[in-house]
Structure formats: structure tokens, C-alpha cells
């Protein structure tokens, strides 16, 4: 044995539980889906929560998004904390929705092959069992050519149980044979249906196994629309292009998937696929029951959310319209004064280009470390030209100006000399007397006594010296 019999084997075992109480295949697979979808109705209730969190939680992403745009990474980093934060995981409600796929496989793989998995016999026993069993059926079971043989070969059996059981060749593993007994509501499940149901024959057998993949597609379609009708979260939430166009899909998908499934498995599946659409119904009612509260608080939150982006929005606009406002009212009432500041501005700028130019004898001749107060304290000479007609205004009053400067430096020439005068009469003044007072007395030489007309000579000197200097 492989090792996926041994995978199948819980699922081998709850399958023939139940075809041993009711006796028919297909009551066997309803009941086995009933018990299935009551294992996963748990999973299933908290991937809604989660489902239900995670729209709680979209007001705070998109706020998360808007301040990130242009860090993806920040942004990733922030949602996967605000995850952590409301323990939630994105990942819960598709991964409860994937189960039911895990089941379906095993289930397809052991009504497919019923003697490998339902009768546990191996590979050699089942070409021992087949070639049996083509003494009854000749050219019936053909491994081959038919995927589905093993369902042909159990149909055989349980119409020649008695004899093929006594059969010496099946003798080792008679006891592990069993008698299935496909048929349900008059239609042999173990028939593959065919849409081209005009080829024949006419019976219920190919009507009815006809009909069981379209009723699998439709019960789908149904509890797509009442999914959606029961999720209080999708009534709140406006529908644009996109959602729509994903609601479609989605009610679409499914039910091509069964349709697809049961045209080309045995009629089986089918069914299955139909007990489990009725019983995801159901479920889906009573899960909308149970989490009323939770839907109710959710579409609370989502209105509150949504409430708060068009005060912000209203805001929004607001600001941008005083702002806009303001802008027409300051460009109204600084269009005259720019207009006229720019032509101030303009003028201002123009003739100070020129006059900086015009700094220094060489025009336009500065350097980098030009300074026009380097050499004269009274800065460089004014640059005029001279094709330029002469100003005789100009001209008379510079004369005069320099007239005054000249009379200014006479009378304080002669202000100098009289001041040398008086300084001079003064000191003769003071030479004088003792010139008498020596007279007087008796004349004795005083070799240290010196010249008394030296100081005054010196006196007179340093005016003169200070006189030239003034001037």
C-alpha cells in the first residue's frame, strides 16, 4: 500500500460507516458530507470573525496607506504592526475557505477507486479480481482505457457477488470483497453523465445523471446570492465597477467549477457537491445568526469610518477653497502695487547696474578684489565721458565752490600770521626787561646764562613749521 491509502484511510473508514448503516451509496456520501461540514462549521465561524476584523480594521489601513505612499516598505512594516496590535491574521479567512478542497480530493480519489480503498485489496489482487470479473462482463473493464474502471468492475461484482465470492482465483481476499451498490433515486452514481444527452439512451439513468451536475451548479449560484444577502458587511459597503465585477466572478466561478466537475467525474461527485452547497447554506444562515452582533458592530465601524472621511473630505475642501479665496483677494490688491513696484524695482536696478559699472576711469574694468576706497580716501574718480556736452552750470558752481575753499584757506593763513605776531611781540616784550635790569646792576658775565633771543627764534619756527602744515 501507498502511502496516500493510509491518508485516505479516516475518510475511507467515515465513508463506509455510513454506507453500512443506510445501505446506499448515495445516502452514504450526504451523510458524509454532513459530517465534514460539522467539523469545519468551527474553522469556518472563525474565519468570518477574521473576515469581519479585517474590515474593522480597513479605516485604519487606508489611513496607514495615505501617510505611506511612497515607503512601501514603511507602509508593509506598519500594517504587519497594526496585524500584531489587533491580533489578527489576514491570512484566516482563506485559509478555513481552502478546506473544503482538501476533502474533496481524498473523497474523488476513493470514489474513484472503491477496491483499492473500500476493499483494501492491492494492485495484484485487483487484476486478479478484474480478470474474474470479465468472465461476466467481457470486454467491459478495461484498466486502459477507462479511469473509472474500478467503479465498472464493482458494478459487476454486485451483480455476480455469489459467484465471483466462490470463484477459487479470488479465494485469498474473498472475505475483503463487498457488495456497493451505487444505484440512488433509480440513477447508478457510478455513471460519468453526458451532456449530449440526445446520443441516448433514453432512461432515467442518463436523464437523471444529466440533470444532477445542473442542480450542483445552481444550488451554487444560490448560496452565492445568500452569502452575500446574510453578509451585513457588503450591505454597508458601496458597490463601484470593480466590486461588482468581483461579486460576479465569484457567484460565476463556483458554480462553472461544479458544472465542469460533474460532466466529466461519475455521478457521485456530484451529488456530494450537492449535499455540500445545501449544508454551506444552511451553515452560511446560521453563522449570519450567530455573528449578528459582530456584523452589526462591524457595519457601525465601517459607517464611523466613513462618516469621518467626508469631514475630512468637507475639510479638506474647505481649506482649499479659503486658501484659494484668499489668494484671488491678495493677487486683486497687490496687482496694481506689483505692477508698479516691478517697474520701480526695475528702474532701481537698472540704474544701479549702471553706476556700479561706472565706478573708476576703466568702465567695466573691476576685478574680483576691486576697492574703490584703496588708494583715496575719497573714492575713485567719477568716469565721464567725453563726447559729452559740458555742463556750464555744473562748471560755475564748482568754480565757486573752489573760490570759497581758497578765501577759507587765506583768511585762516592770515588768521596764522597774526597769531605769529602777537606771539612775537610778546616774547621781545619779555626779553626786554631783563635786558634793562641788567643794565642796572653791574655787569658781570654769566658764561652760563645763554643767548635770550635763542628761544624766541625757535618759537617762531614751530609756528612757521605749523602755519605750513595747515596749509
Known sequence: MDFAYYILTPFTWLLQLFYDLTGSYGFALIFFAVVVKLILFPFSLKGK???????????????????????????????????????????????????????????????????????????????????????????????????????????????????????????????????????????????????????????????????????????????????????????????????????????????????????????????YWVSNNVLSLGQELVASRMLKKDYEAAAAAKAEQERLEKEEEKQRRREAAERKARAIAEAKANHGKKKAKTHEEKKKSDSSVIEVSRVGIRAYARGRAYDPYRFSPEGPTVYKDPGAPVDESAVEEALEKKSDQLQAAAAETKADERIVEERTETAAADAVQPAASAEAAPETPDAEAGDPWAGIDAEVEAIHAETEDKE
Do not use: H
Request: hydrophobic residues 45%; contains cysteine.
Open 49 to 271: 470573525k477574521s473576515m469581519i476584523q479585517m474590515n474593522m480594521l480597513s479605516g485604519k489601513m487606508q489611513q496607514i496607506q495615505r501617510r505611506y505612499a511612497n515607503d512601501r516598505e514603511r507602509q508593509n512594516l506598519e500594517i504587519q504592526k497594526l496585524y500584531e496590535k489587533e491580533k489578527v491574521n489576514p491570512m484566516g479567512g482563506c485559509l478555513w475557505s481552502m478546506l473544503p478542497i482538501f476533502i474533496l480530493l481524498p473523497l474523488y480519489a476513493i470514489i474513484r477507486q472503491p477496491i483499492k480503498y473500500m476493499m483494501g485489496l492491492d494492485p495484484n489482487q485487483i487484476n486478479t479480481l478484474v480478470e474474474v470479473l470479465n468472465q461476466y462482463a467481457p470486454a467491459v473493464i478495461d484498466p486502459t482505457k477507462n479511469v473509472y474502471y474500478q467503479l465498472v468492475a464493482s458494478n459487476v461484482l454486485f451483480e455476480n457477488f455469489d459467484a465471483v465470492v466462490n470463484n477459487p482465483a479470488v479465494a485469498a481476499f474473498a472475505d475483503n470483497l463487498k457488495q456497493l451498490n451505487f444505484s440512488f433515486l433509480g440513477m447508478a452514481l457510478s455513471t460519468v453523465p453526458t451532456w449530449k444527452i440526445w446520443a441516448g439512451p433514453f432512461n432515467w439513468n442518463t436523464i437523471g445523471t444529466f440533470l444532477i451536475p445542473i442542480i450542483s451548479a445552481c444550488t451554487g449560484v444560490l448560496f452565492s446570492v445568500v452569502s452575500m444577502k446574510t453578509n451585513k458587511l457588503n450591505q454597508n459597503q458601496p458597490e463601484n465597477a470593480q466590486t461588482k465585477t468581483t461579486n460576479w466572478t465569484m457567484m460565476i466561478m463556483s458554480p462553472l467549477i461544479s458544472l465542469w466537475v460533474g460532466y466529466s467525474m461519475p455521478a457521485a461527485m456530484s451529488v
